[in-house]
């Protein structure tokens, strides 16, 4: 009986853990010197492949159907996840401007500029992904200030190279975390830079709790076997 309740811990103890909020993913890949003039997505495609693996059914807004020009505020659509409104911050750019900001996706994307961004969503969301570019050249680095629904905030801060005098222009990145036990109403995206540095967002994806459905650590797995094992050889010994 002993042997199984030790059991049951393991498998308790080791199985919470592994969803532990929030579970951020990030690649990064680094375009030196400005040569050449944009760098290829490979790492940032890796991160968000990752990330998506433990979501189903999120929308993505593209910035696509906004027209070319538009400040904020405007309201942006995450088809059947839900709407937001970019509040403050940002304007629909298209095409690659030449200092290092682009779009992946079709030709057109969110330019931050050298302030801050705020988004509000229309429901409480679990979980946010985007892809950055020219972040970071210029000294800035990124945070997220998540609003969540019981009026708290929690920092994250992007992890992407801290540059200077434009050494790293024309960079991107994934970032995108999910949360499994606290809903957030707005992100601020945050500059460190002072201003120094110009950010540029997207591909922006959002999902609800129902739609956040986190895959199994293999180390948590392998624990949950262990303790398995331990329930079998107790029932063997009783048995004998």
Known sequence: ??????????????????????????????NLAGDPT?????????????????????GTETFESIP????????????????ATINAGGTVASGNDGNGRYPISG???????????VITFSAPIS??????TDIGDFGGQSTLSLLDTSGG??????????????STTGSNLYFGFYDTTTTYTAILFGNSSGGA?????????????????????????????????????ARRRKQG
């Open 1 to 30: 009986m002993r042997t199984f309740a030790l059991a049951l811990t393991l498998a308790a103890a080791f199985t919470a853990p592994a969803f532990a909020a929030p579970v951020t993913f990030f690649g990064e890949d680094l």
């Open 38 to 58: 944009t760098a290829p997505t490979t790492n940032a495609d890796a991160a968000k492949a990752s990330f998506f693996t433990n979501l189903v059914g999120v």
């Open 68 to 83: 070319n020009g538009t400040t904020s505020p405007f309201a942006v659509s995450f088809g059947a996840a839900g709407t």
């Open 107 to 117: 030709s057109q994307y969110l330019n931050a500029g050298r302030g801050n961004l």
């Open 127 to 132: 979980a946010f992904g985007f892809y950055g």
């Open 153 to 166: 905030t929690t920092l994250l801060t992007v992890p992407n190279t801290i540059g200077s005098g434009g």
């Open 197 to 233: 540095d110009v950010f540029a967002f997207d591909d922006f994806s959002i999902g609800s709790r129902e739609q956040v459905v986190p895959t199994p650590e293999a180390t948590t797995i392998g624990l949950l076997g262990l303790g398995l094992s331990l329930v079998a050889v």
